[in-house]
């Protein structure tokens, strides 16, 4: 039953499938309260964090998930390169409540963290605390760790946290969907808000408007989870077999296994 709602959903959303204007009002609503929300922040009406380090938000504005946290990593990469010594929060998606800030390591439970946090203290290897409270998990990582400068994987819109700079993901292939915003359509803030900030990127896009950067997530190797081998993918062209995915746009995955040849059941 959930599935169908999510997917019933989806279609709405991008599929340009007619949504009753019952939902409008709700929209309408929603909108109201963001752009509220926004300005008792700007105004200081609402109290917000200032680190003495600088904050870079990547984050989105569509419900689920457009590539982030692959680009967290490759931006956590590029700064190491740089002799920066990063360190990258979360909210710890998919884990426990986490109202108490977690420090990550490579062998977390994710359970308890989520598999994002996991997967990026194992990939970015720099410190990685996970909380509901931005500037709690924030807070954490600087006391326990000599960062010079923090990533955010998600929290565009939690202002309780200032930031530097604000970098956002757009699916190249969906973009803002019907361009509403929740329950309409699947926007967390209007789509005037990408005006605002610093990097508009958009992965695997159709095409891209003035001022937006491309990147691409691709696979080239398959492992296997029990033993750790690993195979290319062009090893298994013209197989049959199942493909699953948890991904915010799953299609993107299943295009790029059809692409290398393989003959997937989704």
């Known amino acids: 039953m959930k599935a169908k709602i999510t997917r019933?959903?989806?279609?709405?959303?991008?599929?340009?499938?007619?949504?009753?204007?019952?939902?409008?009002?709700?929209?309408?609503?929603?909108?109201?309260?963001?752009?509220?929300r926004r300005f008792l922040y700007r105004t200081g009406l609402k109290k917000s964090v200032r680190l003495?380090?600088?904050?870079?938000?990547v984050g989105n504005l569509t419900v689920g998930g457009t590539g982030k946290t692959p680009l967290v990593i490759w931006l956590v990469q590029l700064l190491k390169q740089q002799g920066y010594k990063p360190g990258v929060i979360s909210r710890g998606y998919a884990g426990g409540e986490n109202q108490q800030p977690l420090s990550v390591t490579a062998n977390s439970d994710p359970r308890q963290v989520g598999d994002?946090?996991?997967?990026?203290?194992?990939?970015?290897?720099?410190?990685?605390?996970?909380?509901?409270?931005?500037?709690?998990?924030?807070?954490?990582?600087?006391?326990?760790?000599?960062?010079?400068?923090?990533?955010?994987?998600?929290?565009?819109?939690?202002?309780?946290l200032q930031r530097d700079i604000e970098i956002v993901v757009i699916d190249g292939q969906r973009r803002?969907?019907?361009?509403?915003?929740?329950?309409?359509?699947?926007?967390?803030?209007?789509?005037?808000r990408v005006n605002s900030v610093d990097l508009v990127?958009?992965?695997?896009?159709?095409?891209?408007?003035?001022?937006?950067?491309?990147?691409?997530?691709?696979?080239?190797?398959?492992?296997?989870?029990?033993?750790?081998?690993?195979?290319?993918?062009?090893?298994?062209?013209?197989?049959?077999?199942?493909?699953v995915a948890g991904i915010g746009n799953p299609q993107r995955f299943f295009d790029q296994l059809a692409a290398a040849g393989l003959n997937c059941q989704t």
């Not at 003495?52 to 938000?57: G, Q, S, T």
């Not at 410190?127 to 990582?141: E, F, I, K, Q, T």
């Not at 290319?232 to 199942?242: K, M, N």
């Open 116 to 160: 994002e946090a996991l997967l990026l203290a194992r990939r970015c290897d720099c410190p990685v605390v996970v909380a509901a409270d931005r500037p709690a998990a924030a807070r954490h990582l600087l006391a326990e760790n000599a960062c010079d400068v923090i990533i955010s994987d998600d929290g565009l819109q939690h202002y309780a």
């Open 201 to 243: 990127v958009v992965n695997t896009p159709k095409e891209l408007l003035e001022g937006e950067i491309a990147m691409q997530c691709k696979g080239d190797s398959l492992r296997n989870l029990q033993s750790g081998e690993r195979q290319p993918l062009s090893a298994f062209a013209g197989i049959e077999c199942h493909a």
């Open 8 to 36: 019933w959903f989806e279609d709405a959303w991008y599929k340009e499938m007619y949504i009753s204007a019952w939902f409008m009002p709700l929209s309408m609503f929603y909108v109201d309260a963001v752009r509220l």
């Open 52 to 57: 003495p380090v600088p904050v870079v938000i």
């Open 176 to 192: 803002f969907g019907n361009g509403y915003c929740l329950p309409v359509g699947p926007l967390r803030e209007p789509p005037e």
